[in-house]
């Protein structure tokens, strides 16, 4: 178990949250990634798909730092920050998100571990958000025992189409939401097991 200091007082994360690939490194989203959430999430072209809505102040980055942290306390699951290990760079975050609730609904869907990526731009076409979902699915499926896991991506959203099809999730439906047209993918553990062994 992981103890943390918060500004206030210890906290202790339901698990350690700690995944190296061969390029990568995915640790819990720390208050001092401040700064690179802030240019991840500033930037336009990165919220291209995702609503076109980034932010314009470092407290909206920390709220999102808060936000997240708040999830591994209450969900024992939140996005990972994603290091690069030839640099020591933050280059945004990775993993999943235990969507719950009425406020937290994709259409029709709701109550879901949903795996996602974002990179600030520079790191892009690496391979990167491939080479970290896949260690993700594994983390998911072996660490947190999950049976399920869900994927979205906007149809316009090439890369991301591609990265949910090639680390094997399976397209079952498009449906609209918010004025755009959704892939939705998911993948069964025994799935994923066959494409591991
Ligand atoms: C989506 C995102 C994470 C991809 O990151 P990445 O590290 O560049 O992805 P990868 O290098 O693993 O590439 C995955 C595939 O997408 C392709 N790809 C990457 N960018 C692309 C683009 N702009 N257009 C078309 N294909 C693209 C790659 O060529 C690769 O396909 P290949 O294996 O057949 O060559 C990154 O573009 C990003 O952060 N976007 C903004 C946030 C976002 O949209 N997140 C997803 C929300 S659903």
Known sequence: MLV??????????????????ERLI??????????????????TEVHKYLGNNPITTKTQ???????????????GIGRFATIEKSSGDFIGWSGFKLNTGDN?????KRDFYDIGYRFIPK?????????????VLNYGFQKLKLDVVFGAAEVDNIASNKILQKI?????EQF????????????KKEDHAKTMS
């Open 4 to 21: 943390v200091v918060c500004k206030w007082f210890y906290v202790y994360l339901p698990m350690e949250f700690y995944i190296e690939t």
């Open 26 to 43: 995915m640790r819990e989203l720390l208050p001092s990634d401040v700064d690179g959430i802030f240019e991840l999430d500033g930037n």
């Open 61 to 75: 980055a920390e709220k999102i730092i808060a936000f997240i942290r708040e999830q591994y306390l209450e969900r």
């Open 104 to 108: 937290e609904t994709l259409g029709s």
């Open 123 to 135: 790191y892009w076409g690496k391979g990167y958000a491939t080479e970290s979902s896949l260690a």
């Open 168 to 172: 094997g999730l399976q397209h079952m």
């Open 176 to 187: 609209p939401y918010k004025g755009n047209m959704i892939n939705w993918y998911k993948l």
